[in-house]
Structure formats: structure tokens, C-alpha cells
């Protein structure tokens, strides 16, 4: 049962790949004011060979002050499929290109002030092309065994959210023979 009323709602900022909303909320008679973060929707991409070897990156990430180990990643553009910016992602990051592609899964960011989706992409049937980086991004392909990914996962050292759920539903998908 829904005892929520949203009374007002306004943009406050738009920063192209978020916005920042106030919103006005009315809670069993009591008004209060929060705001609300709207993500653009993400692809994560997770490339992978006929012999379980899966292809992530290497980048500095800023906020973190240290390279991390993720998935191939990006915003989707305006008037743009998901899959259509999966592929184009997995070319300007990677330098891949694949012929097979499934969406294995779609999640929601996050359920309280921050809004984004996330659409999760198996590609295989994979073949090497140039890497085609925008200015400023360094960014190092990292070729491993699934299993090793997993292990990674399990030891802390991937930890960005799309990046392991993605490997875990991979894995799980292996254990089960569907890929």
C-alpha cells in the first residue's frame, strides 16, 4: 500500500548524463523535501570466448585514486537502442566486435535517491578490431578465464556493482550449461 504522495517535483540540475531533482513528498500527513539523482541508462558489456575467457578493462578511475578491473561500459546516447550502444561501446573500449549478442540482464541502480538502468550484455563470437577511444580515456584490455573473474569477485578486488553482478550471472549461467 502506497502512503507516499509526491506533491511537487522540479529539475534543479542537468548535467547531460544525470539530473538532480527536488521532490516534494507527502507521508501520512507529514511534507518533506529530498532530492532525487536520475542517471542515463548504462550498458555493461561482458565479452566471452567458446573457452570461458572473458575480456574486462583497466582504467584509472578518479574517484577511487587507483585503476579498477570492470566491464566494457557506457552511457546510452540519446535515440540510441541499448544494444546499439553496447556494440559501440565494446568497439571504442575493446577493439571488439561480435556477431552474438544477449541481454542477461536489466537492474536498476539503485532504489532510494539515485535512479539508473543498467541493461547487461553477453557478446561472443568475437573478433579483434581497433580500439577506438574518445580523447583522454586509457583504458587497458584485460583477457582472463571466467573462473579467475569470479575469484576476483570473491577477493574484493572487482568490485564495481555491474562489473560483478555480471560475472556472477555469467558464472552461474556456465555452472548451468546455457551459455
Not at 534543479?12 to 532525487?36: A, P, Q, S, W
Request: proline share 2%.
Amino acid at each position: 500500500m502506497n502512503s507516499i504522495k509526491i506533491v511537487s517535483k522540479k529539475n534543479v540540475f542537468d548535467g547531460g548524463r544525470f539530473k538532480v531533482k527536488k521532490v516534494e513528498l507527502e507521508i501520512k500527513n507529514v511534507k518533506k523535501t529530498h532530492f532525487d539523482v536520475e542517471r542515463k541508462p548504462v550498458v555493461c558489456v561482458f565479452p566471452l570466448t567458446d573457452s570461458y575467457e572473458i575480456y574486462l578493462i583497466s582504467q584509472y578511475r578518479y574517484f577511487f585514486e587507483k585503476n579498477i578491473l570492470e566491464c566494457v561500459a557506457g552511457f546510452i546516447d540519446e535515440n540510441e537502442t541499448s544494444l546499439k550502444a553496447a556494440k559501440r561501446e565494446l568497439k571504442e573500449e575493446a577493439g571488439l566486435l561480435a556477431s552474438q549478442w544477449e541481454l542477461i540482464g536489466k537492474q536498476d541502480l539503485a532504489a532510494s535517491v539515485v535512479k539508473g538502468t543498467l541493461f547487461l550484455f553477453l557478446a561472443k563470437d568475437l573478433e579483434e578490431a581497433a580500439q577506438d577511444l574518445k580523447t583522454g580515456e586509457v583504458i587497458k584490455v584485460v583477457k582472463m578465464p571466467l573462473e579467475e573473474a569470479v575469484k576476483k569477485v570473491m577477493s574484493g578486488e572487482i568490485n564495481s556493482v555491474e562489473t560483478v553482478s555480471g560475472i556472477l550471472i555469467l558464472d552461474r549461467l556456465r555452472r548451468e550449461k546455457k551459455l
